[in-house]
């Protein structure tokens, strides 16, 4: 296998997710069952149980980076996966813990506990300051700029997500998204839609989500990456250890810059891509921002027999 590894970020999400993979798999199973051990409690019973809580940010961002890993230990273990030769790996938004853990930046253990608190404080964060994001159908990087700059006359207010052409998020407070929102068509969008999310992600109502993460960053060995990782705040390859910190503490306020990362990519000569973990998200703005690469998803067993 020699494509580039794209890893789901968070809205990919779903109860009963990853329980297909541990069914199936033992290599599976046992990354999941080093993710329940490593978080201290049982992250497949908010998966799959009754009272599933898989929706809550806090348990959406660790369960997403478990079954991606999951599904990586499947290809290791039956389809010829070697991360060393990897041409790259990207992941969007909470993604990039997965790439760097991938890439042998992160241990399992140390992402998996990085991001279940990247969740908590950003829940927090979001609770303290009602905000919310909204994507604006048909807007160019300029009009959604614009958008945002109307809206921070009201609070907060920032392009959030570069993901693709035709796909553009704004963040911020209420008041300044209701604002977006009443001036999206006079800027020639054609909807613009409030999500269902917790608050303003990747916007400065996560600074204290930020300033948290970055203090247990600190505490967290990080090594250089083996294969090229490329980063959501630069759209460029990180240039070690002594960047990554930074880098992810900065993405929390800093928007992302997914298009363009995929263009890096495309710069470096990689076409051919593999989306391994919940959902088939990346892959179908991969086809949006490069419709001539070749891209898969690994989103369940059956899948990988396709």
């Known amino acids: 296998m020699s494509e580039a590894l794209l890893f789901p ?12 993979w541990a069914e199936a798999h033992p290599a599976a199973r046992e990354v999941l069952q080093q993710a329940d051990e490593a978080l201290g409690f049982s992250l497949t019973q908010a998966m799959w149980g009754p009272d599933a809580s898989v929706d809550r940010t806090d348990v959406a961002q660790p369960a997403i980076l478990a079954v991606s890993a999951a599904v990586i230990a499947v290809l290791e273990a039956d389809h010829g996966l070697n991360r060393t030769t990897a041409p790259l790996a990207a992941g969007l938004s909470l993604g990039e813990y997965t790439a760097l853990w991938f890439a042998g930046a992160l241990d399992l253990g140390d992402a998996l506990r990085l991001v279940r608190l990247r969740g908590e404080a950003m829940q927090a964060a979001s609770e303290a300051c009602p905000s919310g994001m909204v994507s604006l159908m048909g807007a160019t990087e300029e009009t959604a700029t614009a958008l945002a700059e109307l809206g921070a006359a009201h609070g907060i207010c920032q392009v959030a997500n570069l993901n693709s052409p035709s796909q553009i998020i704004v963040s911020g407070e209420l008041a300044a998204l209701d604002a977006v929102e009443a001036a999206a068509k006079d800027h020639g969008c054609r909807r613009a839609v409030r999500l269902s999310v917790a608050g303003a992600f990747h916007s400065e109502v996560m600074r204290p989500a930020a300033d948290r993460l970055a203090a247990a ?16 705040v630069t759209a460029d390859v990180v240039g070690g250890a002594g960047e990554i910190r930074g880098l992810l503490a900065q993405q929390l306020t800093a928007p992302v810059l997914w298009e363009r990362s995929m263009r890096t990519a495309g710069s470096r000569g990689v076409s051919t891509f593999l989306e391994p973990g919940p959902g088939k998200v990346l892959a179908g703005l991969m086809r949006k921002i490069a419709p001539e690469a070749t891209v898969r998803s690994a989103a369940t067993p059956a899948d990988l027999s396709a």
């Open 9 to 20: 970020g968070q809205g990919a999400q779903y109860v009963g997710m990853g329980q297909d």
């Open 217 to 232: 960053l600190e505490g967290v060995e990080v090594r250089d990456p083996r294969i090229p990782v490329i980063s959501n």
